[in-house]
C-alpha cells in the first residue's frame, strides 16, 4: 500500500513570459480594431441627433411661419428704459421666439419680451438655461457655463449659456444701431439689401424665397468650440448679435487658419466666430428652408478666398447696408447660392 506522502505529485504548468506576451499582443490588437469602430459608432449617433435637433428647429420655423407668416428675424427691438444705450435697443435672438415650438413652453413664458433679455427681469430666469436642441453633441465645448458680466445693466455675475447652429444670414451682414421707432429707417435699409433668410429687420415668408425652399439654406451648424476668437463673447443662446444668432456664407465652411493661409493660431482647426462649421468629418449639417436636413460637405464648390488672410470670399464688395457680388472677380459658388434667397442661381441637386 503507497502512502499517501509518497504518491506522485502533478507539477502545474503556467503560461511562459512569451506566451503572455503575445496573448497580450492579440488583446491590443483587437482593441485597436474595435476602438475606431466603436468611436465611429458613437459619432454616427451624435450625428443623428445633430440631424434630429436641426430638423426639430426647421419644423419649429414652419410652425412659426404658420402663425405669423413670416419666419422669426434675427434680432428684437424694446423700449425698455433699463439699457446702457438709448431706446430703442437690440434686444433679444431668434431662439427665445422659437422657444415655444420646440417644447419649451414654460421657458418661452418666463421671458417678458417687453424688456430686453438682460433686463434682470428675464436675465436671472431665462438666460442661465441650456437648451439640447441648440447643442450638436458632436459640439463638446458648447455645453459649458460661463459666468459673464454685462455692462449697463447691473449684472456682473450672469451665468452664460451657448448654442451651435445660427440662422442663415445670406452672403454678408449688416448691422445697425436702431434709431427712429417705430419706423426704423436704417434697420430696413439694411434688411433690404440682405439676401439671406434671418438676419437683422428681416421679414421673410416662403413667398420671399424665389429660389425655391429645397434650396435655399435655413440654418447652418458653426460649432462653438472652433470659434478662434474669444470663445466666451459669442453664440451666446439668447445673443443677437450676427455671430450670436446668425451665421453667413461669406466664409466658406470650415475655413481653418491653414486652409484659408492665414497665419496659423494656437490651433490649426479654429475657424472664424461667423463662419458655418462642425466637428463632423468632412463638412456640416445644414437645415433647409423645406424643412430638410442636408449635410454639406468641405469640399462643395464656393468662391474663392481673396487672400488677404480673413478666410473671406473675393467677390462680396461694398460696406455695411451696400454690399454687393463684383462678377469681375468670379462666379457665386453653390455654397453662397444655397445661402441667398432670391438671388436667381442655377443650382443642380448634385451639386451640394
Not at 444668432?245 to 475655413?255: A, D, F, K, L
Request: aromatic residues 10%; contains cysteine; charged residues 15%.
Amino acid at each position: 500500500m503507497v502512502s499517501p506522502s509518497s504518491s506522485p505529485r502533478r507539477r502545474t504548468r503556467g503560461f511562459t513570459l512569451i506566451e503572455l506576451l503575445v496573448v497580450i499582443a492579440i488583446i491590443a490588437v483587437l482593441i485597436a480594431l474595435l476602438l475606431p469602430a466603436v468611436q465611429a459608432a458613437r459619432e454616427a449617433a451624435r450625428r443623428a441627433q445633430c440631424v434630429n435637433n436641426l430638423k426639430q428647429l426647421a419644423l419649429a420655423m414652419h410652425n412659426y411661419h404658420d402663425q405669423h407668416n413670416v419666419f422669426i428675424t434675427a434680432e428684437g427691438w424694446s423700449m425698455d428704459s433699463n439699457t446702457p444705450s438709448n431706446p430703442p435697443r437690440r434686444c433679444w435672438g431668434h431662439r427665445l421666439p422659437i422657444l415655444q415650438f420646440i417644447e419649451q413652453g414654460p421657458l418661452y413664458n418666463a421671458m417678458n419680451f417687453s424688456v430686453c433679455v438682460w433686463n434682470p427681469a428675464n436675465a436671472t430666469t431665462v438666460v442661465d438655461n441650456s437648451i439640447n436642441t441648440f447643442l450638436c453633441p458632436s459640439d463638446g465645448k458648447v455645453s459649458i457655463r460661463i459666468v459673464q458680466n454685462i455692462g449697463g445693466f447691473g449684472i456682473t455675475t450672469l451665468g452664460m449659456r451657448y448654442a451651435s447652429y445660427g440662422g442663415n444670414a445670406g452672403t454678408w451682414f449688416n448691422l445697425t444701431t436702431p434709431i427712429d421707432w417705430p419706423a426704423l429707417t436704417n434697420v430696413k435699409a439694411g434688411a433690404a439689401n440682405s439676401n439671406g433668410v434671418m438676419f437683422q429687420g428681416s421679414n421673410v415668408g416662403i413667398a420671399n424665397i424665389t429660389d425655391g425652399t429645397s434650396n435655399t439654406l435655413m440654418f447652418i451648424e458653426w460649432a462653438y468650440g472652433k470659434a478662434r476668437d474669444y470663445q466666451d463673447q459669442w453664440k451666446w443662446w439668447v445673443g443677437y448679435n450676427p455671430a450670436d444668432s446668425t451665421v453667413t456664407t461669406e466664409y466658406p465652411i470650415n475655413p481653418t487658419d491653414a486652409k484659408c493661409g492665414r497665419s496659423v493660431g494656437i490651433n490649426t482647426s479654429y475657424t472664424d466666430q461667423d463662419a458655418a462649421g462642425s466637428f463632423h468629418t468632412g463638412g456640416a449639417n445644414t437645415a433647409m428652408c423645406d424643412g430638410s436636413v442636408r449635410f454639406l460637405k468641405d469640399t462643395i464648390n464656393t468662391t474663392a478666398f481673396n487672400g488677404n488672410g480673413d478666410c473671406k470670399i473675393n467677390n462680396v464688395v461694398g460696406s455695411n447696408n451696400n454690399w454687393t457680388f463684383d462678377a469681375t472677380k468670379g462666379p457665386v459658388g453653390v455654397y453662397q447660392a444655397l445661402s441667398t434667397r432670391n438671388g436667381g442661381e442655377v443650382i443642380s441637386a448634385d451639386s451640394f
